[in-house]
């Protein structure tokens, strides 16, 4: 089979690898579509944490497909069913998984990292992992969900009220996200920041009721201007830059909550008022990946269509042409979800 390889931090090609065979409680999956994030940039330039990759790696934890092959001891699934996978591949039994904290296992593998993922023409997954979906379900849309169960689990552990002004710092895929799965919350206001008129007008066709464009703005006199003085009820912070966990901070009213869904790297570091969260009465959430309970509301969300996940594709590339859509990303020229078609 074909698959897109990172061979070494800034050293990658299309190979020929061996089609995988599925073991005990493992399927083989056609691997249909895959998104390509900031994450898989990272991958390439050697940027994420040591412990967390395996140079070479098959990138692609955010991949749809067909089931092509069922190893033995397995019910409930069989050759032909349309699936997503989770990427983070949980042991179960750790004293993390034991509490429903599946995001934080000790045993972790992770497809597209630690363990081939969906940026090749086959991907073997745990059965454990896998979700089905409506046999007439698009899987370019489905390619989506693995994010969609980031930001679902950010958002529910924000525990929106209607009414409330929500403020969404970052305009790529995971703030807009933020945005529709935000919207189902009847808020009063959503308030997107970023810093190009494009990704923000798309923003506001998806369900934002205010841009601030950070070129020729401020964020926290806007915010305040928008809401009185008071800040948002709400702030995600989508951006992953060091500047925009402080933008968030100072954009929340007293006694909100800030939403950490954005990473900024290895590297990056930050100073802030100590006293910040005393004085402002602050609930901070810092969100790493997502738990099997959100990637299965994720799947709902998406499936069942109460969020419009296909406005976000916006570019789409060949598996040879995975390394333009890595310029695409990293040049930040491109808008919404760029994703692969393996198909």
Known sequence: MKAFMIHEPHKYSIVETPVPEPGDGEVLVRSMYAGICGTDVELAKGMVRADAVNYPCI???EWSGIIEKVGSGITGLKRGDRVVSEGVQHCGYCRYC????????ENMKELGFTIPGGLSEFVVANSRMV??????????????????AVVTRGVWRAKPKPGETIAVIGPGTVGLLAVMISKLFSPRKIILIGVTDETLKLGQSLGATDIVNLTHEEAADRVSQLEDGLGADIVYECAGKSSAVGMAFSIVRRGGKVVLLGAAGKDAKMELFSDLFHVKDLEIHGILSYTKETWQDAVNLVSNRLIPVDKLIQHRFSLGEVDKALDVLDSGKGIGKTLIELT
């Open 59 to 61: 990138p692609g934890h």
């Open 131 to 148: 979700h089905c979906l409506p046999d007439d379900f698009p899987l370019d849309m489905a390619a989506l969900i693995e994010p969609t």
């Open 98 to 105: 034991r509490q429903g904290q599946s995001n934080l296992c």
